[in-house]
């Protein structure tokens, strides 16, 4: 085959999700334009992690992007527990602020859960709150964590059937793995949920018709650990001398499978497109615009 | 192999709930005692369902037998939503009542869902609000759903190594099968969750060294369906012309498995036991006694 077969042949099969992150992030213009308030994304960051300083830059541009507006509440790394849970507290009552974001990982000296729970449920865009958590696993929420949905929506966009599917989820983090093995059970998938104690775990990644990886372990999971013609979403993002690598090896994989998510260009982009939606549908649920 | 052979291995292999439901109770009714104030459960029974009033009965029984109070609030068959919550709610102010029960399922013009979210988590003691099961999810939880709880204990009394095994839990009712499918990713299972939906469910049981099933179908998993040396836990309870049935073919998958609960006898003992046990930490930890 030429090159430019191959190339055309890994298009094909490229869940592209820079390319429907641009599609969410334009509805939510479009719709936030009849608004009769613009929502304001409210972001909390401790100081002194420069992959969250990133993130959080790349959220505000979204705002600006979808016509959203935003606020980011800076501490300091030494900040306690108190004084975030403070401000925690002052933008619950802020009836300007609709949605509110602490961004993790929190420095070792802070009690992320406890924090998190300070949020009141109805502006927890990350919807990481037990209550809205609850709603998830009941299978009654009109949110769910950021990365897991955008997960399902990249599914969804290449008509990827899951209904009756073998899904298997490596990696169990609250924000992806656990919560996207939720999301994938309530689209009638039947999920195994693998992790750091899983025994044999290449003997079960190659039953996956759908295998979802977030385990950040650059390129860990090889050609051999994947079924032939599965769909597999690759959602680590790895950073080695300035480059950014997936936690599958997407070269050899990508020979085997039927549809692959690309890194950087893959989930990545959808995590800060569904913090955008999720902010949208937080201020039409509450302010009945 | 005589008769009595055959019986002492079959002794052998048997996780026995009622024994296991026994000590709990027993255990409950010992730290009960040191308790200032006597915990209280309130029990809410729809009229008009037999299954529920027998349930109901037990409850109380078992409270008697383990010196926890109980009281139970009746309403008719044709009980209204606000009516139902009303009630909740006079129970969460009660500072008498520890915890609440709704007895499940609800006629079907009731809506269990948010009548259960009604229910104060701090008395929510069979663990089914939000908030409760957010809590499981997320593995900080002082209490899990009764039932899911006695499986997990009933594994723990066998000495049987959770941690690594493949488990499949096969029936997602959020009562049961979510939440039991939790309950051992907590305890480091590798799990796979089946359902309805589920297709080829044989090759997946097969699959597993923790089998444990909770669908309602009598005898519905034959010897075939299970991994030679498994541990199957069977949580079906199959009423038909006065006999109790489990969802498992127990003569046959006798023959095959490791160790096997039976039914009646097994699981179900354990879900009141469990049940008081909850009431008896819900008293502990709301009024720090």
Same mark, same amino acid.
């Given at each position: 085959m030429s090159k430019v077969v191959v190339y055309d042949i890994i298009k094909q099969m490229i869940l592209d999700g820079k390319l429907l992150a641009q599609e969410i992030k334009n509805n939510v213009k479009e719709s936030a334009k009849r608004l009769k308030k613009k929502p304001l994304l409210a972001c909390i960051i401790i100081e002194g992690n420069s992959a969250s300083e990133i993130y959080v830059k790349s959220k505000q541009k979204a705002c600006e992007e979808c016509g959203l507006s935003s606020k980011v509440v800076r501490l300091p790394k030494n900040t306690t527990q108190k004084k975030l849970e403070k401000e925690i507290e002052n933008l619950n009552n @802020?009836? @300007? #602020?609709t949605a509110i974001l602490l961004q993790?990982? &929190?420095?070792?000296? &802070?009690n992320s859960v406890s924090a998190i729970n300070k949020i009141s449920p109805e502006k927890d865009v990350d919807c990481l709150t037990y209550k809205n958590l609850g709603k998830v696993f009941v299978g009654e929420y009109d949110i769910a964590p950021c990365t897991a949905t955008g997960i399902i929506r990249l599914l969804e966009k290449y008509n990827?059937? &899951?209904?009756g599917k073998r899904a298997v989820v490596v990696g169990r983090s609250l924000l992806v793995g656990r919560s996207v093995a939720t999301l994938l059970e309530k689209k009638n998938a039947t999920v195994t949920l693998c992790h750091? /104690?899983? /025994?044999?775990l290449k003997e079960i990644t190659k039953e996956a018709e759908i295998l979802v990886v977030a385990? *950040?372990? /650059?390129?860990?999971? /090889?050609? @051999?650990f994947i079924k032939k013609s599965a769909v597999v979403v690759d959602v680590g993002i790895n950073r080695e001398n300035g480059k950014i690598y997936g936690d599958v090896d997407f070269e050899k994989a990508s020979e085997k499978c039927q549809y692959i998510s690309p #890194?950087? *260009? *893959?989930?990545g982009p959808l995590t800060v497109a569904c913090l955008m939606e999720n902010t949208f549908k937080l201020a039409l649920k509450n302010n009945k615009n």
């Open positions: @802020d009836k @300007d #602020v993790l990982p &929190l420095p070792s000296h &802070l990827i059937e &899951l209904e750091s /104690k899983t /025994k044999n385990i *950040g372990k /650059k390129q860990y999971i /090889k050609s @051999d #890194v950087p *260009g *893959g989930v």
